[in-house]
């Protein structure tokens, strides 16, 4: 099925889509797209309310987190992309610490309406972030995808699946670990 979508960068006038699309658990768990800004403490301790509301301080200060995907006028999918800097834990990470110092925008997160799960919308909304990064002059976009789906519940697979990055033209860059390969989209350079 070929969905007609559209795609906008999350804004504060948009906010109300996104706690639409999230949920009042706000996506995984009380997760709201925090998980990789926090601390481990930090994020467990403002689960829930606390995260919604340090998501909507970053939104409401201009920022712009992410992509959200509409189909029909309805919000139904969600796709974190940002300069590397906001996201504090990738730095933390011994896995996913950086390759070099190029500067990057990360792809770090998404989250899909449970009837747009499986439909390519993780390839639509990749392709989306990439305009976006171009827009805004970066010229890298990196992910941290899982390098399977065996065994695991769809939202267990937040990162995305390295199928779909590859499907969009991302190459694997560096492995540090069996199941989390590092990849990289070059704004400007040709597929293979």
Sequence with gaps: MALDLEFYPLTSERWVDLEKLFGKHG?????????WRLSRADFNRNKGEGNRKAF???VDSGHIPGILAYFDGQPVGWCAVAPRESF?????SRTLKRVDDRPVWSVVC???AKLFRR???TVKLLE???KYVEAKGGNIVEGYPTGSAKAQPDPFMYTGLASSFRKVGFVEVLRRSRNRPIMRYVIGKKKK
Excluded: H, Q, T
């Excluded at 996506?27 to 998980?35: D, E, K, Q």
């Excluded at 504090?88 to 933390?92: H, K, Q, S, T, V």
């Design 119 to 121: 439909k390519g919308l």
């Design 56 to 58: 909507k301080k970053i």
């Design 27 to 35: 996506a995984c768990g009380g997760c709201w797209c925090m998980w």
């Design 128 to 130: 989306a972030a990439i």
């Design 110 to 112: 998404f989250f899909m």
């Design 88 to 92: 504090p834990m990738l730095e933390r």
